[in-house]
DNA sequence: CGGGCGCCGTATGGATCCCGTAAGAACGGG
DNA sequence: CCCGTTCTTACGGGATCCATACGGCGCCCG
């Protein structure tokens, strides 16, 4: 996420770049409204902070000059805190307008609050097991065969394992982890309910129940998850390399 | 263009409601937090004005209601102008925070600025299920049965249910989510309404209630909308079959 | 080299919980 | 006071979960 910020002030222009790249997001600062405008240009940043302030072009003009080729959201910062100045900034194609001393908590929550709605591409946890596709935060299981798409439907608990595994992608999850995290602390002996709702998710999501490729059991250990589906011809000798 | 003004201040309310009104807004008022979820659920307004200080339920719990199922802008009007009461309200899912008293003309051009944006969106929520057709925005469901139409008639609360399902397309909503969101987030424990509730919704929009197609229940988690319909058979216990 | 043992996969049956359905009471607005 | 909505209660059916049993496989050990 790409910030432009414009101030006359070198010295807000630091504060804010520190505080904003803590936050994670990249900063790009200018002190004139003719050089916001070339920045923007050239960066293309996905959130505008402007003051009004600036020698060589106003504020005003410079939101002007954005809303001619951007949609991203501007927030104004300003010293003056007058209706009239703000009603004008809003209305030249401003989304919200801070009056300066501002709280630096609240400017986040309203930088966050602008960019929700740019940015709700957020990466889904979704994935791929072969022709079947699971969507933890939908928590959905769908299997696609031949352009059809079908629901697989899980139990609680069936998710609940489906969810240990997927979530640590090629790690090793140790059957006391499962045991206790889904069973509770108390449950230390297996009885045998791994082993069932492992046997129960293969048979819903490889393509090969009897050839697990996803769902790998390390004996003795716990169980695997592998996000590459691992070998397709299994019973080739890979004895010994390197 | 809809405006649902939620403020405990009668006399706010009137003078909101005059000078909206005159600049051709239609407005909705709601004088408790229950109300304001009741009537936006009713009238499905474009922009939502939220005091915080509301009897019966909490503005931020208004909030992130509204947010569960709308992303219509959300303006916070209050009397608190401490930076972590904004921080709250906007990480809640609030758009904008206008502290009392303010200016009537900067309240103009902020919800100018906010629906300006929602202008340019263009996500008309019409879902089909079979012969039954549900237009979220117009708050309307019909069944056309042989050219013929007819209007379907729903409760509030079945309303609350419809929506929660439909705006999650293919996603599990968990029961939990629904008990606190549409009864409040003292209800914990299922005392049947969900089951009379999604019982109900089936008669009135499933081709055959017998078997849902649309409106999945997935045991001991929730329900879940399938905008496809599923399969016209009805998928039989995972056995072994190809 | 062979047997014993432990671990894993699979199948089956019963106990329990959850879901769908219905009928009736309580509540609130017109 | 009537009517629509919401809530309570109860019951039958089905799904889920759990316990048990059996066969296969690899590993350790004799």
Known sequence: MKILIA???PQILRALRITLT?????IVTATTGTQAITRAVDHRPDVF????GMPELEGIDVIHAIRGWSE???LVVSGRSGAADKVEALDAGADDYVTKPFSIEELLARIRALTRRVAHEDSDPVVQLGDVTVDLSAHSVTRTRGGETEHVRLTPTEWQMLERLV????KLVTRQTLLTEIWGSEHVSDTGYLRLYVAQLRRK?????AVPRYLITEAGMGYRFDPDGGPVEPARETAHEA
């Open 49 to 52: 902070m402007i003051d009004l």
């Open 7 to 9: 101030d006359d002030d």
């Open 22 to 26: 803590a936050q994670g997001y990249e």
């Open 167 to 170: 979530r640590n992608p090629g």
């Open 72 to 74: 991203a959201p501007i």
């Open 205 to 209: 999501l490889e393509p090969d129940p």
